[in-house]
């Protein structure tokens, strides 16, 4: 069962940067088509980025463009995404999500990790 296990989530002041990573154990996550989602309280689940295999096609939310930026290193069998200029509205728990399918579609993911906290506060 591939297990998905995020990390890089803390506490940062308006304006400065995070890397969340996205890693899955024993798994060659190359095959996947991975994305980042993040749920605030109160708030539904909204995408954040996603990126194909082999880097095919990179997307990412609206709210997050330009800012933020999504990569993969297959040979550490991590995802990545660097987080820049965050704001307090960015504030949110961070999931990670992967699918055999080859695209960037929706949010019906076959594997989810338990997720990250990012606070975005001064």
């Known amino acids: 069962q591939l297990q998905l296990v995020e990390s890089g989530g803390g506490l940062v002041q308006p304006g400065g940067s995070l890397r969340l990573s996205c890693a899955a154990p024993g798994f060659k996550l190359h095959y996947y088509t991975v994305a980042w989602f993040r749920q605030a309280p109160g708030k539904e689940r909204e995408g954040v980025s996603c990126?194909?295999?082999?880097?095919?096609?990179?997307t990412y939310g609206h709210s997050v463009k330009g800012r933020f930026s999504i990569s993969r290193d297959d040979i550490l069998n991590t995802v990545y995404l660097q987080m820049n200029q965050l704001e307090p509205g960015d504030t949110a728990v961070y999931f990670c999500?992967?699918?055999?399918?080859?695209?960037?579609?929706?949010?019906?993911?076959?594997?989810w990790g338990l997720g990250t906290q990012v606070t975005v506060s001064s």
């Open positions: 999500a992967a699918d055999l399918y080859p695209a960037c579609d929706g949010d019906k993911y076959d594997y």
């Open positions: 990126i194909t295999a082999e880097s095919a096609t990179t």
